[in-house]
């Protein structure tokens, strides 16, 4: 009893004081409700993106739950410290602000959808496809760096939601799951010109046309949603004369997913055909042409 009665004198004594621990002692039973529901759903639900869904809303409900129970004790059982909190939130921002741009930032990326599980992005430089979100950090599977084209590095990068306020993020997916590629063919001089281009813009068609199909109602949608010009799906050839060759550039619309495989294809194909004409069209190397061979003088007595 005594020290119930001295519970309840302190209480009454130091009503702000318990306000603040009552408000702690909530906060901590909502994180740890949080905690145990992401633990039951990750275990009981078989389905993977049903379970990542299903954690991110109890994670959401949770925050707002938070959010709310803060509104409601700063300013209901604690006006007369209404000071003092506010120079304890000011405090918090200028000490915790990267933390509060990231809480911030992840709210943003719900919301305005950014981004989502699944995307291939690149943010702050780093380029990959995001396999979770979280209150705090993106977490992506690298592409790039040390490994060429757009192949996984085996990198696991996590990374500040605070960067979505920071620069540039480059979704290859959202709205438009497809880019354009492009690359070079060196022709010799004296090839059948028009050969070579019937050999390219076929094979190139006859491989993209799923992508280009594809690809012309997704760009609809696209010119429909923003202030944008209607562009050209289909494979175009662009002719450059060098001090070499004859330069072919091919452009084309390929899956974000599958850039390098197409590549490989086309290169493949066109080059399988272009050994069958017989010499009419020949692939360019670089080479040096002798002008003229200097003249020496000998003088065979010294």
């Known amino acids: 009893m005594e020290v119930l009665n001295f519970i309840g004198d302190w209480t009454n004594e130091h009503p702000v004081a318990t306000g603040i621990i009552k408000f702690i002692v909530w906060v901590i ?121 757009d192949n996984y590095s085996g990198r696991i990068v996590k990374l500040s939601n605070a960067f979505v306020f920071k620069g540039p993020v480059y979704n290859y997916s959202k709205d438009f799951p497809f880019i354009w590629d492009e690359f070079n063919l060196p022709i010799r001089y004296g090839s059948d010109v028009e050969l070579a281009k019937q050999i390219i813009i076929r094979v190139a068609s006859e491989q993209l046309s799923e992508y280009v199909n594809d690809s012309i109602s997704n760009w609809k949608t696209i010119v429909d949603k923003y202030y944008i010009e209607d562009a050209l799906v289909e494979p175009t050839l662009a002719l450059t004369m060098t001090d070499n060759w004859i330069q072919f550039n091919l452009r084309y619309i390929v899956d974000y997913k599958k850039r390098r495989y197409t590549k490989h294809l086309l290169n493949s194909l066109i080059g399988k055909e272009i050994e069958q004409t017989d010499g009419k069209v020949l692939l360019a190397s670089s080479t040096v042409e002798i002008i003229r061979i200097p003249t020496l003088d000998i003088d065979q007595n010294k």
């Open 29 to 149: 039973l909502i994180v740890a409700i949080i905690g145990i529901l992401r633990r039951f759903l990750r275990k009981s639900l078989p389905n993977t993106s049903v379970r990542y869904k299903s954690q991110k809303g109890v994670e959401i409900v949770g925050y707002v739950l938070i959010i709310f129970l803060s509104i409601s004790y700063f300013t209901g059982n604690i006006k007369d410290f209404t000071l003092a909190i506010g120079l304890l939130t000011a405090g918090i921002t200028i000490t915790l602000q990267e933390l509060i741009l990231s809480i911030a930032g992840s709210f943003y990326i719900f919301f305005v959808k950014v981004y989502k599980p699944g995307d291939r992005i690149e943010i702050n430089g780093i380029k990959g496809d995001v396999i979770d979100i979280d209150s705090i950090y993106t977490t992506m599977m690298e592409i790039g760096q040390w490994v060429t084209s």
